[in-house]
């Protein structure tokens, strides 16, 4: 059964694990065997991310490659680095994002594009030049980080909503094209899980307990909380997974 969840020898690239979520479903990934490319735009966060990773694991399993996940030619010239120095790549996790707050009614062009372009374009330009190099080996995966914003709205934060939706379908875009080819394409809607980024809200008492009200499981989520599915959904064990989108929130999703 554990052969099932191995990734021994698997190569897999995390976009936007400087830090957050990324770094930890990137640990996730090493954690079960797979060789990992951290990725981000800060170069020197990336190397102190790289430095801290690469002294939990053995030399040559925790590798790097700064690239902007909005930029077409970057994300060639990213994947193109990774298979010529890593290895061929085996899993793409699509998690680099940014969140932008504002009132519609305020809310500029350029802040609207900005968003949509690292939280939905990015999926499609690093995907479909992984899907590029996966589809002729007959096997990949792709696992695209949504939020429970794919599914629910909540005031200015507009063009998030939109562009994680929007990831959810073209989650699906790329299982109608891809999945014949061997690929399995799905997406992970983490909940409001607790990091440094969120550590505010959590320390804000009347939006932490709406959270533990509103959560049927009544409480935060943890990255740890990320690294089962992500590692299912990464693994032989989801072959036949394909266009998914799970839902990793304690329950909010299903309750009103
Ligand atoms: P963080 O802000 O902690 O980290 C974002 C990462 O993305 C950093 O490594 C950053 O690199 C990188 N990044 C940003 N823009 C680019 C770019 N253009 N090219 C390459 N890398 C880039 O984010 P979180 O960990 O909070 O979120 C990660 C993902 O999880 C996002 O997609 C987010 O929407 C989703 N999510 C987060 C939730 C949460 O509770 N935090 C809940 C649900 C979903 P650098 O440091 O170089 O800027």
Known sequence: M?????????????????????????????????????????????????????????????????FDVTSDTAAEDGIAWIEANVGPL?????????????????????????????????????GR???????????????????????????????YIAAKGGLRNLTRAMTAEWAGSGLQINGIAPGYIHTEMTQNLVDDEEFNAWILGRTPAHRWGTVQDLAGPAVWLASSGSDFVNGQTIFIDGGMTVVV
Request: aromatic fraction near 4%; proline fraction near 5%.
């Open 2 to 66: 554990s052969a099932l969840f191995d990734l021994t020898g698997r190569t897999a690239l995390v976009t936007g694990s400087s830090r957050g979520i990324g770094n930890a479903l990137a640990r996730a990934l090493a954690d079960a065997g797979a060789t990992v490319v951290l990725n981000g735009i800060t170069p020197d966060r990336l190397k102190a991310a790289e430095d801290a990773m690469a002294a939990d694991y053995p030399e040559g399993r925790i590798r790097s490659c700064a």
């Open 90 to 126: 085996d899993i793409l996790v699509n998690n680099a994002g940014i969140q932008h707050r504002m009132p519609m009614l305020e809310l500029d062009l350029a802040d609207w594009e900005r968003v949509i372009s690292t939280d939905l374009t990015s999926a499609f330009l690093v």
């Open 129 to 159: 030049e992984a899907a590029r190099r996966m589809i002729p080996r007959g096997r990949g995966k792709i696992i695209n980080i949504c939020s429970v914003q794919t599914d629910l709205a909540r005031p200015t934060i507009a063009p």
